[in-house]
RNA sequence: UGGGGAUUGGUGUAACGGUAGCACAGCUGACUCUGGAUCAGCUAGUCAAGGUUCGAAUCCUUGAUCCCCAGCCA
């Protein structure tokens, strides 16, 4: 998008200073890579060897699918690992069993793929999960207790809630000082699955004056009798996210641990955490407590907002489940599924991500900025075609019943290597019916009664009547072409130059031989840019028109268009067109299994995005 | 009413004591077999008030506005 290369932003800074003072090391052989990797995984394993440690990762919670907020934290993330040939993790932060559910592991995963941020590649640091880590967090709780620095709580919830205090009035726990010993005892019970859910907890000793709540002796573990999708049945307590997820940067050699702003106030927590493990620990390991253990750097950035879209997984999951849309994929969702399943490309998203760049302040995306990035995009790549989405039909009266002509028609004009295909052009065509005004107004240089306009790739047509039912309703047009203008082009005279020029180009096709299609006309879903601010229920600003379905007729080279499975960094994608004149739409999996898809019907079609519109915006639909 | 953050054109983002720049949007014009694309130009900004300084978006003081925090969620 941007001519020059944007400048670095914060944390681009910030871990470029890291690598000058060598802030975190350099890569080892020990963990460069495969080495002896003879593709491109061990080319980036070797180049690591010696260069300064950045390694990053995306942490997501398996309880959603992944919205474009997300796609945010995977580039800045990935990016940073590949800018600078470090690594990359994706972690499931699988801490809590009865939010998590394998559908979206998998929907994660092949999303985070699908973006283009290969956790596998050879700027991956693999897959992982933080339950993986339970039994080693469990060590380091175990051992904050014996260093007086955490102890087992048994106030309820709701005692607790009520014991926190204000910020100016400390809280209280009855139990902070019980010896060692004894919280020793009850977390290993707590273990062994010996105390019901809620009857005690384990808890940091820090600062129940803290006016920072979150050292208010937080809570290490609660008790949760409940089967976890990848530990199964073996623990009963798990985990608190505040916990758990800096343990989890540290076990992995986070370098920088990038997240979103309200957890800011959590940093300082973290920190107590590490030091607190640390504490009476070794750099060579000698000495009661072992080696220790790596400390990373938190920097917290600002998520992605991006207008007329809600992306707070409570409100998505609403309106998957009270049907506001039809599924996490409904391409009207800013799910990255639903994205992709509308046509937005990872290239494009990757755009948008770039191009706003990373600040610590809470912008406003306006969401035009990634339809743009994506007719960016899709105008590079993608194959032109004809589609007439609400159709007129069109008798070309010097045109002889029965003749067919192939016409040449340029596939991408911005790609000359796309090369030509054929349009059958015949008697009757149709034409959208928005291409004609009987009584123009001013303008309007497209078709009228009397006028001359281009039909693309084909002939310049005349329009010589216009015909009606007994309501005075526009059934149909009489026109003629000009013999001397096959192609589109305007003949030349004698001095090599057009004729005569006609200002309108318009798209069509031949009644005899498209092929009709259904094609659903996404827009927003929201009507206003922060759905719900002004009555406080996002409800009252859906957009009813946020899906339109129209039969079609469509370019008969669409027989061809399929929904093609693991096609696109191994996601499900379907074939991308431009209509001309009307925007970018693709092949979605509703289609028939004569196009690759799942349903019954024949070619269904999404439209991902229309052409921008440079009419001044009086003229404008 | 405690603590933690933030504030530069319409929207984003740079400038790290030394000419407020870039992108997107908007508006003109050129070109065009897509009212697309492309090219050229224009419009438009440092939250406020003081202070330090030869010089302040940047440093200091005070204030304004917005966001986050009192889950056994993440």
Request: hydrophobic share 35%.
């Amino acid at each position: 998008m941007s001519a020059e290369p944007r400048p670095p932003h914060f944390i681009e800074q910030i871990v470029a200073g890291d690598n000058e003072s060598r802030a975190w090391g350099v890569w080892s052989r020990a963990d460069a890579g495969p080495l002896d990797d003879p593709g491109a995984k061990g080319d980036a394993a070797r180049a690591r060897l010696g260069r300064p440690r950045v390694h990053t990762r995306f942490p997501p919670e398996p309880n959603g699918y992944l919205h474009i907020g997300h796609a945010k934290s995977i580039c800045l993330n990935f990016g940073l690992a590949r800018e600078n040939g470090g690594k990359f993790n994706l972690r499931f932060d699988d801490t809590n069993p009865a939010k998590e559910e394998q559908e979206f592991v998998d929907s994660i995963t092949r999303d985070v793929r699908w973006l283009g941020a290969d956790f596998e590649g050879p700027y991956g640091g693999g897959l992982h999960f933080a339950s993986n880590y339970f039994g080693t967090m469990y060590g380091y709780a175990v051992e904050l207790i014996k260093k007086g620095r955490a102890y087992v709580c048994e106030l309820s919830a709701e005692e607790v809630s009520k014991r926190r205090g204000t910020p100016t009035v400390p809280g209280t726990s009855p139990f902070r000082d019980r010896p060692a010993p004894d919280s020793l005892r009850l977390i290993d019970e707590m273990r062994r699955g010996l105390h019901a859910d809620g009857s005690m907890t384990v808890r940091a000793r820090i600062d129940l004056a803290s006016p920072n709540f979150n050292l208010r002796d937080p809570v290490l573990y609660r008790i949760l009798h409940e089967h976890h999708h990848n530990t199964g049945g073996e623990w009963c307590i798990y985990p608190m996210y505040d916990w758990a997820h800096g343990l989890e940067d540290s076990i992995e050699g986070i370098t920088h641990s990038n997240c979103t702003l309200e957890f800011e106030n959590h940093r300082p927590l973290y920190d107590w955490f590490i030091d607190a493990i640390n504490e009476g620990r070794t750099e060579d390991g000698s000495g009661p407590w072992g080696p220790r253990i790596h400390h990373p750097r938190q920097i917290e950035f600002a998520k992605l907002q991006l207008s007329s879209i809600l992306l707070s997984k409570r409100n998505l999951r609403r309106m998957v489940e009270e049907g506001f849309v039809a599924g996490w994929d409904d391409p009207r969702m800013p799910t990255l599924s639903a994205f992709r399943r509308r046509g937005f490309t990872p290239e494009s998203i990757r755009a948008l991500c770039d191009d706003v760049g990373c600040t610590k302040f809470e912008s406003l995306i306006d969401l035009a900025r990634l339809e743009n990035a994506c007719r960016d995009h899709l105008n590079k790549v993608a194959p032109r075609a004809m589609a007439v989405l609400n159709p007129l039909r069109v008798t070309i009266e010097n045109w002889p019943e029965g003749r067919v002509e192939h016409l040449n028609f340029v596939v991408n004009p911005e790609d000359p290597g796309a090369g030509t295909r054929t349009v059958p052009f015949s008697r009757t065509i149709y034409i959208e019916r928005d291409d004609f005004m009987e009584h123009p107004e001013k303008g309007f240089f497209r078709l009228a009664p009397g006028a001359e306009v281009r039909l693309r790739w084909a002939y310049f047509l005349t329009c010589t009547g216009v015909e009606k039912d007994a309501s005075g309703a526009i059934t149909g047009l009489r026109a003629t072409i000009d013999p001397a203008t096959r192609g589109g082009d305007a003949p030349v005279g004698p001095d090599g130059k057009p004729t005569r020029k006609v200002k309108g180009t318009i798209h069509w096709v031949s009644c005899d031989h498209a092929l009709p299609a259904e094609v659903r006309l996404y827009d927003r879903l929201f009507t206003t840019e922060e759905p719900g601010k002004a009555t406080g229920k996002w409800e009252d600003d859906i957009n009813p028109l946020a899906l339109q379905v129209v039969r079609a007729f469509v370019d008969p080279a669409l027989a061809g268009a399929r929904y093609r499975p693991a096609s696109e960094n191994g996601a499900d994608v379907g074939d991308r067109y431009q209509f001309e004149r009307l925007g970018y739409f693709c092949v979605d999996p509703d289609s028939g299994a004569g196009f690759g898809g799942r349903g019954t019907a024949g070619l269904v079609l999404n439209r991902t995005v229309t052409l921008k519109d440079s009419r001044p915006k009086a003229q404008r639909p």
